[in-house]
């Protein structure tokens, strides 16, 4: 479904991947894919975990993939690092 995130089914990798930028001023960036599966646009009303939702260059994150009419984004994204949990897929 267009616009819809992808849902978690269990036994299965969730994507991961590096930060390779993010501009706090407009609260987007760009995710690279581990694996080298395309890159993927990251948005801070996708991001989970800070208060003031921002990404820092090299985080490593996790995330869900969407799809729709303007391309793939990242969606619930989430730093790896201990004690970050990431609110499960809808």
Same mark, same amino acid.
């Given at each position: 479904?267009?616009?819809? &995130?992808? *849902? $978690?089914? *269990?036994?299965? &990798?969730? /994507? =991961? ?5 993010? +501009? /706090? !001023?407009r609260?987007?960036?760009?995710? =690279? #894919?581990?694996?080298?599966? /395309? +890159?993927v @646009?990251?948005? %801070? =009303? @996708?991001?989970?975990? $800070? &208060? !003031? $939702?921002t990404?820092l260059a090299?985080? %490593? ?6 799809? +729709?009419? =303007?391309?793939? %984004?990242? +969606?619930?994204?989430? $730093?790896?690092? *201990?004690?970050? #949990?990431c609110? *499960?897929?809808e």
């Open positions: 479904m267009p616009g819809a &995130a992808v *849902p $978690r089914m *269990p036994g299965v &990798a969730v /994507p =991961s991947g590096v930060v390779k930028w993010f +501009d /706090p !001023d609260g987007v960036g760009v995710i =690279s #894919r581990d694996g080298g599966a /395309p +890159d @646009a990251a948005c %801070r =009303s @996708a991001v989970h975990g $800070r &208060a !003031d $939702r990404l090299g985080e %490593r994150v996790f995330f869900d993939i969407t799809e +729709d009419a =303007s391309g793939i %984004r990242a +969606d619930n994204i989430c $730093r790896v690092a *201990p004690g970050v #949990r609110p *499960p897929a």
